[in-house]
DNA sequence: GTCACATTAATTGTATACAATTATACAAAC
DNA sequence: GTTTGTATAATTGTATACAATTAATGTGAC
């Protein structure tokens, strides 16, 4: 009877999936959920990865879970011991401030390279991003902004041209998606961000190569510099 | 009577992995097993990799084949396309040329900061292996040399004290193996490497970082472009 | 009490079995 | 000859079974 009704709800979970997500593989919707799970805190540094309770809990099997784990180990978002198991890993704030500090660089090689070779369409689509940022920036919808935020850098990413630089730059991005979060819900940094996106813009515009390099390294810097002024607030938290 | 025997086979393969590295898991194997054969060109982009035929090949079952292909999957270095297989998906020479470009900046910051951070004992390694490239440019041992470029690079990353850092090196330094063994092999090239890695040593050990940050970039970028001289004399090659 | 050791349980590692999907081959219709 | 449909084979996707390893527990000697 429990072994019926267990797998009444293991099917069911499946069913739910098939029908929301695209019918993806059952490893690339593990990947994702337990991703998530680490990036937003459900799942805390330390913790410890457990198979079989994974594979109850999102009703699949341990083989999914398993090719998961391996892009996660890859990742280094969790770290396995061989025969003992795997830990999440998560990020020390000192691996967030590299972050950022590289993600400047490598986000100002995207808008020089995207300054070189952005079509006509992309170009638009930017344009369009920076006023609906000047709007909902006089809303204080920060929810809104931070889509626009990454759509913003996500154009400039396929605009740049180089399957590379995109694929390092969406990992770092999502490494830090819960930093970026927050800091976006200042009114100030909201106001200086929507400029900085301005300036980065007409530099590609104009096909300023060196400027939205300079613009887009600078816009990166001060992200990480307010986060910082907002850690100085809830210092006592750690 | 075959099955037995093919079974011995396995077996024996088994064994003598066993034996040989220090007893890993099956997955890692074969993900760095399907990596080299990837970089050293055996197998050559647009190939299938089929479960079953590298299963037999290494003589494991499929499990950890399929965790090594995510792995690889997740570096971009196969293409996978939900039940019908995987692709070989190899470097274009446009991207070698921007994981140079990026490697330029970011090798750049590991040296900024491995003159910032570096210890005795580094220092002193980093000594050493200079001392051993300059003895080794005049005997034009190549083997040696590239070695040793890896060790002197490995060193920074260490150095730096990043993990993030060096996580985003070590990778970008596996993707241009095979261009970078090429490369040292023109006995110009070698002596002017030599300088070059003279002159970062030193910007390290008298804690200039911003120098130490030049010289590397130039470093890297006199090595693609080394590269691209070698390239137009076999040009027809492509 | 605690240390050593054996026993059991929990967990990971690997292999295999089965299901679902896609590719291939071949025949019939036009 | 081309096309369409169907049966078959090949391959991937998933689940489960079993082996190996490690952690936990308990028991007896001291």
Redesign the pocket.
């Known amino acids: 009877m429990e072994n019926i009704e267990e797998n009444g709800v293991a099917k069911a979970k499946?069913f739910a999936r098939l029908q929301s997500l695209e019918r993806y593989?059952?490893?690339s919707y593990v990947f994702n959920y337990i991703r998530d799970a680490i990036l937003d805190g459900r799942y805390k540094p330390g913790d410890?990865?457990?198979?079989?309770r994974l594979a109850e809990e999102l009703g699949?099997?341990?083989?999914?879970i398993?090719e998961a784990i391996r892009q996660l180990e890859l990742e280094g978002l969790v770290i396995?011991i061989?025969?003992?198991?795997?830990v999440v890993n998560g990020f020390s704030q000192q691996d967030i401030d590299d972050i950022y500090t590289i993600r400047s660089m490598l986000e100002g090689l995207a808008a020089r390279w995207a300054a070189q070779r952005i079509d006509q369409q992309k170009l638009k689509e930017l344009e369009e991003i920076v006023e609906l940022m000047g709007y909902y920036t006089k809303k204080n919808d920060f929810e809104q902004l931070t889509q626009l935020d990454t759509r913003f850098h996500g154009v400039i990413y396929e605009a740049c041209d180089s399957k590379v630089l995109k694929h390092l730059l969406d990992n770092l991005l999502r490494y830090v998606e819960q930093a970026r979060r927050g800091s976006l819900k200042v009114p100030m940094r909201a106001c200086q961000s929507l400029n900085e996106h301005r300036s980065i813009f007409e530099a590609i515009m104009k096909r300023n190569a060196a400027e939205a390099e300079k613009f887009m390294a600078k816009h990166i810097s001060s992200a990480i510099l307010n986060l910082h002024s907002l850690m100085g607030q809830n210092e006592k938290e750690n």
């Open positions: 499946r593989s059952l490893h410890a990865l457990v198979e079989t699949v099997s341990r083989t999914p398993r396995s061989p025969n003992k198991g795997v």
